[in-house]
């Protein structure tokens, strides 16, 4: 690591005692507390998340990723018996791409149950190649009906059953199978919070993002060098793009709902306010001196220290300015991370 590298990430470190990582949500989604931050008066107010529309713009439209987390966690078994945990990326060809918490031996097998086996086919960095009894098409099912929430590395002691973790680590409009993690601003809205929101005149619409693990994974020095990050598939519905750029065009905010919905309506412009691109993969790295183009305010999570998310929420409010927040958050006891409260920036 460079010592340029290494400077940059330091700028971008902050200190979070451990017990603020939330290890389980509040009993009610929106129960949540609500960090508000306004750019232009440079004001701050505490709240509960339930009361995010007394703070938002007149007119606001709030964007919504309705991507749906697969339970993207298997546990198999070598041929010796013993167990191995392994995490679902992607498809490849005819091979599944998995994270192992152990080393695999090329060539070997490994099993989930008496009928459903793994043969390792490769490995290529951190990732393993898997191929599979079953035709790859129907891994989704397989995920579906054996598979664990894929819950990130810093929740380690939640006391939640697995059941609750796979209800509770999914959004109230999830519908789109393909993420393996969850987009968590979207964690903290109710159904009840989305009616009230509708019917208190803001607009409400929806895209999908599929979340990768590229989001928990440490910079390299590479992803500087390229100005790029992890590629993540996004489509925007045309009716929806066009009602976005309507509503844009006429000075209307554009609320995201979450750094993932913020990656594809400023993917999907091209050099200026429009959406364009509305569906693709998007290696998006967004980070200091970034012109933001569509959005006006955003909803978010408290962020880990040197990670790309929050180089993305500094790029929107700045770089002191959200570490002075975080201060002040972690002072009043705010939960960080996936399921933590929530912060609104506009």
Do not use: A, C, M, W
């Given at each position: 690591m460079s010592v340029q590298f290494e400077k940059i990430l330091k700028q971008y470190d902050y200190f979070l005692p451990k017990e603020l990582i939330a290890q389980k949500p509040e009993s009610l989604r929106d129960n949540a507390r609500l960090l508000i931050?306004?750019?232009?008066?440079?004001k701050i107010f505490y709240d509960k998340f339930a009361n995010i529309i007394k703070y938002l713009p007149k007119n606001a439209v709030l964007v919504f990723n309705e991507t749906k987390v697969l339970p993207a966690r298997l546990t198999v078994y070598k041929q010796t018996g013993g167990k191995v945990r392994i995490l679902y990326i992607g498809n490849y060809k005819d091979n599944i791409k998995v994270l192992s918490d152990r080393a695999l031996k090329i060539g070997s097998r490994i099993n989930l149950n008496l009928k459903i086996f793994f043969i390792v086919e490769g490995r290529r960095g951190k990732y393993f190649?898997?191929?599979?009894?079953?035709?790859v098409s129907k891994i989704y099912k397989i995920l579906i009906r054996y598979g664990f929430a894929p819950i990130p590395p810093y929740?380690?002691?939640?006391?939640?059953?697995?059941?609750?973790?796979?209800?509770?680590?999914?959004?109230?409009f999830a519908k789109n199978l393909g993420s393996v993690a969850a987009p968590t601003a979207s964690l903290h809205f109710t159904k009840r919070l989305l009616a009230k929101i509708k019917k208190a005149g803001f607009g409400v619409k929806f895209l999908t993002l599929?979340?990768?693990?590229?989001?928990?994974?440490?910079?390299?020095?590479?992803?500087?060098?390229?100005?790029?990050?992890?590629?993540?598939?996004?489509?925007?519905?045309?009716s929806t793009a066009d009602f976005l750029n309507k509503i844009k065009s006429e000075g209307v905010p554009v609320i995201a709902v979450g750094t993932t919905v913020v990656r594809a309506l400023e993917s999907a412009c091209g050099d200026g306010p429009v959406l364009k691109n509305?569906?693709?993969?998007?290696?998006?790295f967004?980070?200091?001196?970034?012109?933001?183009?569509?959005?006006?305010?955003?909803?978010?999570?408290?962020?880990?220290?040197?990670s790309s998310l929050l180089m993305l929420v500094s790029a929107f409010a700045g770089r002191q300015k959200i570490l002075n927040l975080y201060k002040k958050a972690i002072n009043k006891k705010f939960k960080f991370f996936s399921f933590g409260d929530g912060m609104f920036i506009y």
């Open positions: 931050y306004k750019r232009t008066s440079d190649f898997l191929k599979p009894s079953f035709p929740i380690k002691n939640s006391p939640l059953s697995e059941q609750e973790l796979k209800e509770k680590y999914q959004s109230v599929h979340v990768n693990l590229g989001t928990f994974f440490p910079l390299t020095e590479e992803d500087f060098k390229n100005s790029k990050l992890h590629k993540e598939y996004y489509e925007i519905n045309r509305i569906s693709g993969v998007t290696d998006i967004i980070r200091e001196n970034y012109n933001f183009k569509f959005i006006s305010g955003l909803i978010t999570n408290f962020h880990v220290p040197k």
